[in-house]
């Protein structure tokens, strides 16, 4: 375990693509929601590797900013409250919204 502090996720918003497409550009191959994250499931991250079962596309896309809530950062250029940022996953065909925030 490191020195760092822990950090929060919370799952805010899970998308269908029906959600965010009227005509989907491209045909996926599973339909429905994101099969990883429910809504207000929350994962605490203690180290810098990804959580067993946490999606690894997410993962990618969040780590440079979970790392940086992590080791005492803000994006205080965004947002007012201090330790916290909002992340997406990068799948566009049905997004999944997140809350980061140092514990």
Same mark, same amino acid.
């Given at each position: 375990?490191?020195?760092?502090? &822990?950090?929060?996720?919370?799952?805010? *918003?899970?998308?269908?693509?029906?959600?965010?497409?009227?005509?989907?550009?491209?045909?996926? *191959?599973?339909?429905?929601?994101?099969? @990883?994250? *429910?809504?207000?499931?929350? /994962?605490?991250?203690?180290? #810098?590797?990804?959580?067993?079962?946490?999606?690894?596309?997410?993962?990618?896309?969040?780590?440079?900013?979970?790392?940086?809530? &992590?080791?005492?950062? #803000?994006?205080?250029?965004? @947002?007012?409250?201090?330790? *916290?940022?909002?992340?997406?996953?990068?799948?566009?065909?049905?997004?999944?919204?997140?809350? /980061?925030? &140092? /514990?």
């Amino acid at each position: 375990m490191s020195d760092s502090p &822990r950090v929060k996720i919370t799952v805010l *918003k899970v998308t269908k693509p029906e959600e965010v497409w009227d005509k989907m550009p491209l045909t996926i *191959k599973s339909s429905g929601p994101c099969p @990883y994250f *429910k809504v207000g499931q929350e /994962i605490i991250i203690d180290d #810098d590797l990804r959580p067993d079962g946490f999606c690894h596309w997410a993962w990618k896309v969040m780590w440079p900013v979970i790392m940086t809530i &992590r080791r005492g950062g #803000d994006f205080s250029d965004i @947002y007012e409250e201090s330790g *916290k940022a909002l992340a997406c996953c990068i799948d566009a065909a049905r997004p999944v919204s997140f809350l /980061i925030e &140092r /514990i």
